[in-house]
Nanobody
Framework: QVQLVESGGGLVQAGGSLRLSCAAS????????VAWFRQAPGKERECVAR????????YYADSVKGRFTISRDNAKDTVDLQMNSLKPEDTAVYYC???????????????????WGQGTQVTVSS
């Protein structure tokens, strides 16, 4: 069983930056696609970025493209999300998730992911 632990959330002013980190323990996630999802109050959980197991294949939601960057360090078993030019509408709980199966390119739907972290709150003030 893999455990995913997110860190790096907090309160930031609009235009600022935060870096989220997801660390795996128990079992590695270096052979899996990993994604960052977010969920704001009253809204559905959405995938904001994902990265393939080897790193070169990435996906970004249109709402964060050009502002967020996902990266991974397989030697450390971590996946980071660098968030720049933050907007109030980025306020949400951010979750790290691992795909259900290894060596698989997933869609951006939550159903493709079987392991989730507990979430970290990101609040962007205007």
């Amino acid at each position: 069983q893999v455990q995913l632990v997110e860190s790096g959330g907090g309160l930031v002013q609009a235009g600022g930056s935060l870096r989220l980190s997801c660390a795996a323990s128990g079992r590695t996630f270096r052979s899996y696609t990993v994604a960052w999802f977010r969920q704001a109050p009253g809204k559905e959980r959405e995938c904001v970025a994902r990265i393939s197991w080897s790193g070169p294949t990435t996906y970004y939601a249109d709402s964060v493209k050009g502002r967020f960057t996902i990266s991974r360090d397989n030697a450390k078993d971590t996946v980071d999300l660098q968030m720049n030019s933050l907007k109030p509408e980025d306020t949400a709980v951010y979750y790290c998730a691992r795909a259900k199966r290894p060596f698989t390119i997933t869609t951006d739907t939550a159903a493709d992911f079987g392991s989730w972290g507990q979430g970290t709150q990101v609040t962007v003030s205007s």
